[in-house]
């Protein structure tokens, strides 16, 4: 559980310094985020998973027989490769591509 919340912890902390976004909530934020032309279509997608799973491993919620939520650890390894799908767009992509434009811009 705790693997999901500092999931949940560090894609706010991403979406607030990375992108700029500060929002009254992590829910509000992600809406926001999800706009954003960085984010593949499959981060964008998968964003807000992070924040339910991340919810369940800080805040006691019961299901509908009454039963408390836990988070596996295939939600929890989940959760990690969201994160890896954001570090993605927003740092190696970004990153790599300067990266070739230099290389080609060098070899004109």
Not at 11 to 34: D, M, P, T
Not at 37 to 53: G, S, W, Y
Not at 90 to 101: C, D, E, G, N, S
Request: proline share 4%; net charge neutral; charged share 30%.
């Amino acid at each position: 559980m705790a693997a999901a919340v500092l999931c949940r912890r560090c894609l706010q902390h991403v979406i607030r310094e990375k992108l700029g976004i500060s929002k009254h909530n992590l829910h509000e934020e992600i809406a926001e985020a999800i706009k954003k032309p960085e984010l593949t279509k499959n981060t964008q997608e998968a964003l807000d998973h992070i924040r339910k799973i991340g919810n369940w491993g800080a805040h006691p919620s019961v299901d509908q027989a009454n039963t408390i939520i836990d988070v596996t650890p295939e939600e929890a390894d989940y959760c990690l490769d969201v994160l890896e799908l954001l570090f993605e767009d927003l740092y190696v992509r970004p990153q790599t591509t300067a990266a070739m434009a230099a290389k080609l811009k060098a070899k004109k």
